[in-house]
């Protein structure tokens, strides 16, 4: 190529780069790692709980974790790619994940979680906040939401927590995964859960949320990571931290509670067992507004399939318009026999 050539050819090359570094570099800011704040919540009584924010836009979405002695580690690895446009609040519930053990075991109850929440969103100076809670976390936006009904804008429930104490009973009564409860109960037997309770979480972990046990090994191991992100005390110490939350717990019964979240609501679940799809269906069906999402197949944990899905159907719920796949539920069912 003569050389006249080779530099009017370079000069082009060089202009075309120019326009292109601009939008490469646009391109790799959408991966830049996402603003991070962390804290603890001081608590009367002695008891600490830690938060971290994740992103930096001007609404805020408080995710309330499950188990119930799980702590918020799995949510923020599932839904943490939601702060690039919002800013999103995941925390520990009292005695669990990493906050401290309880000074008292009165403070593990279902009211106190609700008071906690209250107390967050007041030292963090929020107006108004979106709540989204998984398993256990559900009761507990089902209860600050009635209490402080002018603070919450919209709420998704993820695999929502059994409406009724009869219904707990109801799936008790469901077939189960007989080789893998034998499995469990052969490692109680050998004390697995005293004697290594890193280990024991990392198989088991499932089985604390019997009656509807997560068996799946794929599953199991790939939420074990998170799940079991604790110390071996803290591993050892979730079974009494359940006794005491379900000892306080009751019987409880919230049909004619749940018609009294009046804002949208959306209701996730994985459509693989439907017993639990029926219970998804008791909570969707008594909402003034709300719809029901079935996606994945995974009951309680359905992002585990269908993450791309499950976060872009919140994605668009919390930009306020529905999913195109959820929907409306007339007649709520009663029973696990009725999907």
């Keep these: 190529m003569p050389p006249a050539m080779l530099r009017h050819v370079t000069r082009a090359l060089r202009a075309i780069l120019l ?71 995941f925390y520990d519930l009292r005695g669990r994940g990493r906050s401290p053990a309880v000074v008292t075991p009165d403070s593990l109850r279902l009211d106190v979680d609700v008071t906690d929440l209250e107390a967050l969103r007041e030292t963090l100076g929020l107006a108004r906040l979106t709540l989204v809670g998984h398993h256990w976390g559900t009761a507990v936006v089902l209860k600050y939401a009635l209490r402080y009904p002018g603070r919450v804008t919209r709420a998704a429930l993820l695999a929502p927590f059994p409406h009724k104490g009869q219904y707990m009973f109801e799936l008790i009564r469901q077939p189960h995964d007989t080789v893998a409860l034998a499995a469990h109960l052969r490692a109680r037997e050998a004390r697995a859960d005293t004697t290594d309770p890193p280990g024991y979480c990392r198989r088991f972990w499932g089985m604390a949320l019997s009656p509807i046990e997560v068996t799946d090994p794929a599953v199991i191991g790939r939420l074990a990571p998170a799940i079991c992100d604790a110390p071996p005390a803290a591993l050892l110490a979730r079974e009494g931290i359940q006794r005491q939350l379900f000892a306080t717990f009751g019987t409880w019964d919230w049909s004619d509670s749940i018609p009294g979240l009046t804002m949208p609501v959306l209701v996730v679940t994985g459509a693989g067992s439907p017993a639990l799809l029926a219970g998804a269906r008791a909570w969707a069906g008594r909402l003034p507004d709300g719809r029901l999402l079935a996606a994945g197949v995974t009951p309680l944990f359905p992002w585990v399939e269908d993450a791309p899905g499950i976060l872009a159907a919140l994605r668009e719920f919390l930009a306020g318009t529905w999913p195109p796949a959820a929907v409306p539920v007339a007649a709520p069912p009663d029973t696990a026999t009725n999907p």
């Design 19 to 89: 326009l292109l570094v601009p939008a490469l570099v646009v391109g790799c800011g959408d991966h830049r790692p996402l603003p991070v704040r962390e804290g603890w919540l001081a608590r009367p009584g002695g008891d600490s709980l830690p938060y971290r924010m994740v992103g930096g836009g001007p609404d805020t979405v408080v995710f309330v974790h499950g188990g119930p002695a799980f702590g918020a580690r799995y949510l923020e690895d599932a839904f943490e790619g939601l702060g690039d446009q919002r800013t999103l609040l």
